[in-house]
């Protein structure tokens, strides 16, 4: 008895406590841990194009960049799925009911080991397909083949990871999964270095580390959560998918999950018109798009924080809580925006020296730059918003809200702007990315309006007829 209270105990100090006192403090205290989470992964993902481009050559850079559009197109899909989990664990947690909290996790995991498997098929099937469509040269078609297949396998090992880490967010747990990818980040470098310089095996040792390291992250937050204490405790002989649990799950994350893959086929259509620039553009690009993530990952920390807030406030049926979540959420991820996105952008020229040492790379990295950089506070606005929305529980409207403000926006620029023969130019290309922001934030920003009135409307109602 003594031991499982002291294991409690121990626990307890990783959750973070969403619907009572200040938010400020406990957004940062719940953000930062995620904040370091994705800027290790990112310079984990940078050692790995750093070591290509300084060993293995600009073609070897170019695959691997020109891979990075159909990889997310999967990746970004199971990110959607886990943004679910999470809503659906922190709800039920908000609301202390233990059982619902047990269901859902091995209903989550289960998804996870699914759901995995027909992505990584999918993915090994249609792998050729989506290097072609995004008008990849031939020579380059083969490294990233390689690279993109040896991904594609560990997708099981990413989506228990993903999952894994949603449970863990939905009580405010940011700090262990930011240990186990330290953990796994460390051995990914050391295995890039290994593979790379020592075996020569250029794109394949890259892609070979990253799965490996992968599957020690998930190893570490699997095995966490079979030694929990009660309801967050996994056992395999629970595994089931529970409807009751299964449906919250897909209705949040299966949209949120379709808007990160239709994101990423807009991107795909930019990536097909960089391409038709050559090497040189698409080596910029890459390691330009490297350095933005920084900045990205940065805002994307205050958008997961306001899925869990929100999930939580509405489990606890704080309704009046959630505009005060919004605000702060917004102000934290204009201000992280806009400094990180200066910061990156006045020393861009010796950042992108550090993946490369051709300087017409550099130059074709510093025009994608002017035009991420300094506006990028707005790709968090656009964001974190309809993450208020879905943690609510809305997760429609905010899909077609993205698919048609973000997605099918740059795809309609891409074919009537960048074909004018004054706009035929990198510039007007990489244009279309601060525009369709502003433009998808307003409309977002008038949705989560209503969302709120509508959510506000039906928690009144259920107060009184109680």
């Not at 020690?216 to 699997?222: G, H, N, V, Y």
């Not at 990489?430 to 409307?457: D, E, G, N």
Request: proline content about 4%; overall charge positive; charged content about 15%.
């Amino acid at each position: 008895m003594a031991r499982e209270i002291e294991v409690k105990n121990k626990t307890k100090k990783y959750e973070i406590d969403m619907t009572n006192g200040p938010i400020i403090k406990k957004m940062l205290k719940f953000a930062i841990p995620v904040m370091l989470s994705g800027l290790l992964q990112l310079l984990f993902n940078a050692a790995d194009i750093i070591v290509v481009g300084r060993f293995a050559g600009d073609e070897a850079l170019a695959a691997v960049g020109a891979s990075s559009s159909p990889v997310n197109l999967i990746v970004t899909l199971l990110i959607g799925l886990s943004t679910g989990v999470n809503v659906t664990v922190a709800k039920a947690y908000g609301a202390g009911r233990e059982k619902d909290i047990s269901d859902s996790v091995h209903t989550a995991i289960l998804l996870a080991i699914i759901g995995g498997a027909l992505m990584a098929v999918t993915g090994l099937l249609s792998c050729s397909w989506l290097l072609r469509i995004t008008g990849t040269p031939e020579e380059i078609v083969p490294l990233s083949s390689q690279y993109m297949n040896i991904l594609f396998i560990g997708i099981p090992v990413m989506a228990l990871y993903n999952f894994g880490s949603g449970i863990f967010r939905a009580r405010g747990d940011t700090r262990r999964p930011l240990y186990f990818l330290a953990a796994a980040g460390v051995l990914n470098v050391c295995l890039n270095l290994v593979f790379v310089i020592v075996f020569h095996l250029a794109v394949v040792g890259v892609a070979l580390a990253t799965v490996i390291s992968q599957i020690l992250s998930m190893s570490l937050i699997i095995g966490t959560l079979m030694k929990e204490k009660g309801a967050f405790r996994l056992e395999i002989r629970k595994l089931r998918l529970h409807k009751s649990k299964m449906k919250p799950i897909l209705i949040i994350g299966v949209p949120a999950g379709i808007q990160g893959m239709l994101f990423s086929i807009s991107n795909m259509a930019i990536q097909s018109s960089i391409n038709s620039f050559g090497k040189i553009y698409m080596a910029g690009s890459s390691a330009s798009a490297s350095l933005e993530g920084f900045t990205f990952v940065a805002m994307d920390a205050f958008t997961q924080s306001t899925v869990s807030f929100t999930s939580q406030n509405i489990g606890a049926g704080k309704v009046e809580r959630v505009p005060l979540v919004f605000r702060t959420a917004v102000a934290l991820v204009s201000l992280a925006g806009l400094t990180l996105g200066i910061i990156t952008y006045s020393f861009g020229e010796p950042l992108l020296s550090i993946y490369t040492d051709n300087p017409k790379v550099v130059e074709a990295g510093m025009i994608r730059m002017a035009f991420m950089c300094i506006p990028y506070f707005l790709c968090g606005i656009q964001n974190v918003i309809p993450g208020t929305a879905r943690g609510m529980g809305y997760s429609i409207v905010p899909t077609f809200i993205t698919v048609i403000g973000v997605c099918a926006l740059r795809i309609v620029w891409i074919a009537t702007v960048c074909q004018l023969p004054e706009c035929s130019t990198i510039e007007w290309v990489y244009a279309s990315y601060p525009f369709s922001w502003a433009v998808t934030s307003v409309s977002h920003y008038i949705y989560y309006k209503i969302a709120y009135r509508k959510t506000l409307k039906q928690f009144r109602a259920e107060a009184v007829s109680a």
